[in-house]
C-alpha cells in the first residue's frame, strides 16, 4: 500500500513538472512506465599501424611547465620593508636540484644551467609513473 502511494506521489510530481514545461505539455505521466534510454554505438576509433589509439590530437595541447628555485616564508611586516635590491633568501643551496612541475604537478628534478644567456634546466630525474599518480590526489 505504501509503495502504492509513492509510486502515486512521483507521478504527480512529474506530472507538475511536464505541466510546467512547454515542450511536454501535452505528455501524461503513467505510474511505474519507464523508457530504455537509446545510445549510438561506439565505434572502435582510429587506431595506428601498432594498434595504439591515435592521440595525436593531444600533442598540440598547451602544458604550464613551472620551476621552483626555492620557497620562504616572510611576515608582511618584513615583505612591506622591501625596495629594489632586496635580497630574498631561499631555503635551497647554491647547485641543490630544483622541482619542475608541468601543470603544476611534479615531474621531477633538474639542474639550472646558463645558455645564451638565459636560464635553462637540464632534467636530471623524472620522478616513476607510480609517483607521479600518487601526487595527482
Known sequence: MAD???DDSWADALEETNEGSVDNK???????ASEDAAFAELGNGKTGSSGERNLDFLL???LKV???LGRNTMLIDKMLQMTQGSVIELEKAAGEPVEIFVNNKLLGKGEVIVVNDRFGVRITEIISQADRIKNMS
Open 66 to 68: 613551472t620551476v621552483e
Open 60 to 62: 598540440d595541447l598547451p
Open 4 to 6: 502504492k502511494s509513492l
Open 26 to 32: 501535452d505528455k501524461k505521466v503513467e505510474s511505474g
